[in-house]
């Protein structure tokens, strides 16, 4: 607390403004944390079915489809994270 | 006899774009359900929220179609390519998302909230509604499911 005055002190910025700046980098922290989990899901996701396209042509179809979805389920992830950051930081 | 190792930078993926079909899928059903949910958060936030779920439905219905369209073009050229343009298509259409919030945020008619829960509901929703049908005919493909 003593931390936070002697910042306040230091910036010369109003208590309520530091704490809204604070939410606003904390937010964006998160919402950076959220999109990272996603993006190594969807690498991991496409690197397979990359793999088994490319061992069974004939099966494309179906891992194309099942591959579309598993992406739009895991991005799903990352919007949720967009969506806590516009509704505390932005 | 030997085995050769598939090479992903060649097999290029010919045939019809199943992802294409299902995109078009999820955006015809997402128009069904837009009135739906633009009269909801109506409802509970007003007339911004009306605005703010229209905008979010359009949001969602784009980034499907862009996904569908980065899938589909570069399939026909690479499989390596189209693992490179899903990861990169990712971060653009995050990027995109992003933008497209950022510039509507201090317009009046913007209700955070209502596009926040737009966005979640209608992704995850459209989503679910879409496997009943894929996991149908994947499970059966003799049987053409009924049309909504």
């Known amino acids: 607390m003593e931390a936070f005055a002697n910042l306040v002190a230091a910036t010369g910025i109003d208590a309520d403004g530091l704490k809204a700046a604070e939410a606003a980098s904390s937010a964006g922290f998160a919402y950076g944390l959220a999109a990272i989990g996603p993006g190594i899901g969807i690498g991991y996701l496409v690197g397979k079915s990359v793999e088994a396209m490319a061992r069974q042509p004939e099966a494309a179809g179906m891992v194309r489809t099942t591959m579309f979805l598993g992406i739009a389920f895991t991005e799903a992830l990352a919007l949720i994270g967009f969506v806590v950051f516009i509704l505390i930081g932005l | ?148």
């Open chain 2, 1 to 148: 006899m030997t085995m050769t190792e598939p090479d992903p930078i060649t097999t290029v993926l010919s045939g019809p774009s199943t992802e294409a079909m299902v995109s078009k899928d999820i955006i015809r059903r997402g128009l069904i359900v837009a009135p739906l949910l633009i009269a909801v958060c109506g409802f509970i936030w007003g007339l911004n929220g009306a605005y703010s779920s229209a905008y979010g439905v359009a949001i969602v219905l784009l980034n499907f179609a862009l996904a569908a369209a980065i899938v589909a073009t570069t399939a026909r050229i690479s499989l390596g390519l189209m693992m490179g343009a899903v990861l990169f298509g990712y971060l653009v259409r995050l990027g995109l998302i992003f933008l497209a919030v950022l510039l509507v945020k201090d317009a009046g008619w913007i209700s955070l909230p209502a596009l926040g829960a737009t966005i979640i509901v209608t992704h995850l929703g459209l989503l679910v509604w879409e496997m009943k049908y894929v996991a149908l005919s994947l499970a059966h493909p003799g049987l053409k499911p009924a049309r909504p």
